[in-house]
């Protein structure tokens, strides 16, 4: 069978879901090709600052205002999908627990459009609410090893026959001397760079954003049910399912900061005892809140700094002719990206987009 070439650039969330999706499709010869590819994290390993996956938390949270119907099916395909590999496949990073979102005030007054789309889910009554709380919701969600998922969906495609050149591109058209090698068929490419697009030539986005994003990893092991707080006290508990937890966070627009703010590093540390007193042990109920900040502190691996690829005017998801210059002929370019903080709950359900884009040309 002659298979359709396809060449993906980069090996973050998106590019690796899109990849194995298409190759697990058994039509399509997939290659990635990425400046960065995902081995195996050990906790602390500092990886590159400009490849924003192995920084985040990560969890299904729902990102997508009310009105925002594309990226609600995004991010519930993606639930669902996820739902599933947690049952059939712990050993991919995958995990359910319980989920918590505190909201300071609800945006515009209405409730999350997810209230009557996620699985067990239940309205908290104002006794429950804690302090400068209005509005929380507990539902089943799932949460995301990233050091391990990466390198599950990395192996994943490996297994199925996929290939992955690491290497960095000057040019979008560069790619195509990475695929359809045994075929007469001229690549596809899907375009997956994320911030590398605001460099990548014959892209060049200059809408790409940078959002930076500290972290820290703890050891916290009491810790099972993840936690967000949303509004001025913003903060964020994502529990590894391994006994470390990812705490957050910030948001911050246009930085290219990679060192870490230990003013910011406090902050995170005060907000998110507040939110979860299980990061510490029972018996450390009674001290008071220096003692637990400095416990807490004490209990950090490390310090992560990523940069979520924000772009303005929303993901970019769409197809694009180019002429090769080298031999002057047409190929094909479906972009996307520009999933800012939300790539991994959206993840899946991009890829299966792109999919049915390709199955439509």
Not at 80 to 89: D, F, G, K, Q
Not at 90 to 100: D, F, V
Not at 209 to 226: F, Y
Request: charged fraction near 20%; proline fraction near 6%; charge should be negative.
């Amino acid at each position: 069978m002659n298979k359709q070439p396809v060449v993906v650039i980069g090996a973050g969330v998106i590019g690796l879901s899109v990849a194995n999706q298409l190759q697990e499709d058994g039509k399509y010869d997939v290659t990635i090709v990425a400046e960065h590819v995902p081995d195996s994290l050990p906790a602390g390993t500092r990886e590159s600052t400009g490849w924003a996956s192995p920084w985040a938390g990560a969890h299904w949270r729902a990102w997508s205002s009310n009105w925002d119907h594309w990226v609600q099916d995004m991010e519930l395909q993606t639930y669902h999908l996820m739902n599933e590999i947690a049952e059939r496949t712990p050993e991919s990073g995958i995990s359910k627990a319980q989920g918590l979102d505190y909201f300071e005030t609800l945006p515009d007054g209405e409730r999350p459009w997810y209230v009557s789309k996620v699985n067990d889910i239940r309205e908290l009554p104002a006794g429950e609410l804690p302090p400068g709380i209005t509005y929380g919701l507990e539902y089943s969600t799932v949460l995301i090893n990233v050091p391990q998922y990466l390198t599950y969906l990395k192996n994943k495609f490996g297994g199925l026959g996929g290939t992955i050149e690491q290497r960095s591109l000057d040019h979008i058209e560069e790619s195509l001397l990475f695929g359809g090698e045994s075929s007469d068929k001229t690549p596809i490419v899907v375009n997956c760079a994320a911030l590398g697009n605001r460099v990548l030539g014959g892209v060049c986005d200059l809408s790409m954003r940078p959002v930076r994003g500290q972290t820290l990893v703890v050891n916290a092991p009491d810790a099972k049910r993840t936690l967000t707080r949303l509004g001025s006290q913003f903060g964020y508990v994502i529990p590894r399912g391994d006994g470390t937890v990812v705490l957050g966070g910030t948001a911050e627009a246009g930085s290219w900061e990679e060192e870490e703010d230990r003013q910011t590093t406090q902050r995170i540390l005060q907000r998110t005892l507040a939110l979860e007193p299980s990061l510490l042990p029972p018996s450390m109920l009674g001290l008071s809140e220096s003692e637990r900040v400095r416990e807490l502190q004490a209990s950090v691996i490390y310090v992560g700094v990523g940069f979520r690829p924000m772009r303005e005017g929303g993901v970019r998801l769409e197809a694009q002719e180019y002429v090769d210059s080298v031999s002057a002929k047409p190929f094909t370019v479906i972009h996307c990206y520009g999933h800012a903080g939300f790539g991994y709950q959206t993840s899946l359900g991009y890829a299966r987009r792109v999919r049915e884009m390709i199955e439509s040309m």
